[in-house]
């Protein structure tokens, strides 16, 4: 039997195995036959219709190829659309129209603010014309083409905000502002962007009269995270049409920081892209010699007064004053490593400072610790007590209602700190929590750690189990009497395991 046990997982094996291999057959049919009808197309970047850091602005404070409107404020690193203030606006939009059929448009962008909620959104458009300035997230309203918009204020109050929507528009439709534009999308998803560690990005690809957004989360750095947010087919836009970024604040505000803007044009596989010399106008492309050339002529200019101005430098070649590429890059490498010394000599002293201040937290727990053991230690020693007491109150007599330990009254205890009851209380049936309350104050002081007032504790509380506020006054009295700590008497109750 153990032979044939072990032969039927072996034969069982090869109907499996010829299955899987036929799988992989298939699979490896399906990927060959993939890539020729879902060729990925070719990207050329456009510099003309992109933006990026470091050198973003120029010295006037304009973008390359960009005009700006509004609140948007242009810096090295990024083009801030709106401030974090109320009621803000602003855009950015290309000053040349695209004139190619397929693109892809990706972006990096952050929206940061102090509260829990933000306002209102910030949009990227492709339309037939510049919407400088309205009321759509900084833009205006009747655009003709695309609209896709980063809505981070819940208008419609369906808790469905932070949301991206993809809106299409012919010039006519009014945006519906009531319900955050859900009744006009073609595409939308729940994605939270607002206040992420790293850099929001997001991918806009038009091809073949199909829009597709990708989103990357911002919780990781890599750059090409992205997941799937949504998608509209047949979609016609345009032929030619301008692209811009706007944002608008409202009664709540978010910094809306662009970092970079870059665009690419979509090639069909198969197709030659046009060279890049077609592009340029011949009047355009005269207009930027034309610029060159008087750039470099203030340049000799310049050159010339600074050797009059500075007759003991004309022996040397004015380009050895200047700092070069690679001295610069030189001396950059070391201001960083200086300033990550200085960043780890800083985090040096706080860790240090947080490890010295936890040995005095442990110190002061120790000692604590210490001192509660000190006081059980010595609760223990009232534990004899009680077990005298639970001697002394099995001998008593049983009395009043069925108590296990007979009357606190006939305690030997109770009888020497407060005197005995009186023939006509007895005769008139046990007496209720108050009275018995009431013949212990008139007993007078118990000393403080004397065993009857323990005795007394202990067999008072099994006496008044049926009435706990009476046992409540009780253990008051006691404790004035006694002198004794709340702890103690409680530490009795509890050794005793006394329940009311």
Known sequence: MAVSIERRPAASARPVFFLLLAAFAFLRGVAADGPASEETPHRRFEYKYSFKGPHLAQSDGGIPFWIHTGNAIPSADQVRITPSLRSQRGSVWTKNKINFEHWEAEVTFRVSGRGRMGADGLAMWFTAEQGLDGPVYGAADQWNGIGVFFDSFDNDGKKNNPAILVVGNNGKLVYDHQNDGTTQSLGTCLRDFRNKPYPIRAKITYYKKTLTVLINNGFTPDKEDYEFCTKVDNMVIPPEGFLGISAATGGLADDHDVLSFLVFRLTEPGQQPPPPESEIPKE????????????????????????????????????????????????????????????????????????????????????????????????????????????????????????????????????????????????????????????????????????????????????????????????????ESTGSSGKEVLLIVSNARVRL
């Open 284 to 479: 355009e492309k005269d207009k930027y010699q034309e610029e060159f050339q008087n750039f470099q002529q203030e340049l000799d200019k310049k050159k010339e007064e600074f050797q009059k101005e500075h007759p003991d430098v004309q022996g040397q070649p004015i380009e050895d004053l200047f700092e070069s590429v690679n001295d610069r890059e030189i001396r950059q490498v070391f201001e960083g490593q200086t300033q990550i010394h200085l960043e780890i000599k800083q985090l040096h002293r706080q860790l240090a400072m947080i490890l010295d201040e936890q040995r005095r937290y442990v110190a002061l727990i120790t000692e604590e610790v210490t001192k509660k053991g000190t006081a059980v230690e010595s609760g223990q020693e009232l534990l004899p007590r009680v077990a005298e007491a639970d001697r002394l109150g099995a001998a008593a007599p049983a009395a009043g209602r069925g108590g296990r330990h007979g009357d606190v009254r006939d305690h030997p205890a109770l009888q020497r700190h407060q005197g005995a009851s009186s023939p006509g209380q007895e005769g008139r049936g046990e007496p209720g929590p108050a009275q018995r309350t009431e013949s212990c104050r008139e007993g007078g002081e118990v000393p403080r750690g004397s065993p009857d007032a323990f005795l007394l504790v202990h067999h008072a509380f099994h006496n008044l189990r049926r009435g706990p506020v009476g046992a409540l006054l009780l253990l008051h009295h006691v404790q």
